[in-house]
């Protein structure tokens, strides 16, 4: 399977474009701009496509933006840590938005360069520190068997407190539903952030392995 195919098998293609298209500044309502007056502006001055195309249900965004920023902004998990169990689980759902929008924030919160080319090779790949191999460990079991081994556990449960042990879990399954909602309605990824690539698809274990997955 193409890496093409990868790129358009889930909810847009170059032709058609996305399934929901972002909400055009020019529509927004007075409740819709209420609602984003929150969100920071990209350099260009727009808001990131994933706000203005989930603002399509206002119920909704209502409440998953609180969420999603505590998570975000004010979680107790180190930067480095939440922004390496992001990019795993966009490795693993294939979620090109979420990669392209998070490797600067990874970069921001001290990841390098050769790390963030390291998370698609996964948690058994030469170079993490035990530490790091156990968050990437984590997303992916949460990915695969939806829960935490008892060796992983015990092991994240070492250098974790109780609060952080739930947010792992909690930001991994964040993070997942956003992957499926950006995959299914086909966001298109800003193109300041279009030069973040996502590394080709990886197995658990870190070997290459096909996936039936594409990106939004």
Not at 33 to 39: D, K, M, V, Y
Not at 117 to 130: E, F
């Amino acid at each position: 399977m193409s890496d093409e195919h990868h790129h358009l098998s889930h909810g847009a293609t170059a032709d058609t474009g996305p399934r929901l298209a972002p909400l055009p500044e020019d529509h927004w309502d007075p409740s819709t701009r209420e609602l984003l007056a929150p969100i920071p502006r990209d350099a260009d001055g727009r808001l990131p496509n994933v706000f203005t195309t989930l603002v399509r249900h206002p119920g909704l965004f209502r409440h998953f933006l609180p969420f999603g920023t505590h998570l975000l902004r004010a979680g107790r998990l180190p930067d480095r840590s939440r922004e390496l169990l992001i990019l795993r689980t966009a490795c693993n759902t294939r979620a090109a938005y979420e990669w392209g929008r998070h490797v600067p924030l990874a970069r921001a919160a001290g990841v390098t360069e050769e790390e963030i080319r390291r998370v698609g090779a996964g948690p058994g790949a030469q170079g993490w520190t035990p530490a790091d191999a156990r968050l990437l460990r984590a997303a992916d079991e949460l990915h695969r068997d939806a829960g935490l081994s008892a060796a992983t556990w015990s092991a994240l449960a070492a250098d974790h407190d109780e609060a952080q042990l739930i947010e792992i879990t909690m930001l991994v399954g964040q993070y997942h539903m956003v992957a499926f909602f950006l995959n299914s309605a086909g966001t298109p990824l800003e193109p300041g952030f279009a030069t973040e690539v996502l590394p080709a698809p990886a197995g658990a274990d870190g070997n290459t392995a096909e996936r039936g997955h594409g990106h939004g």
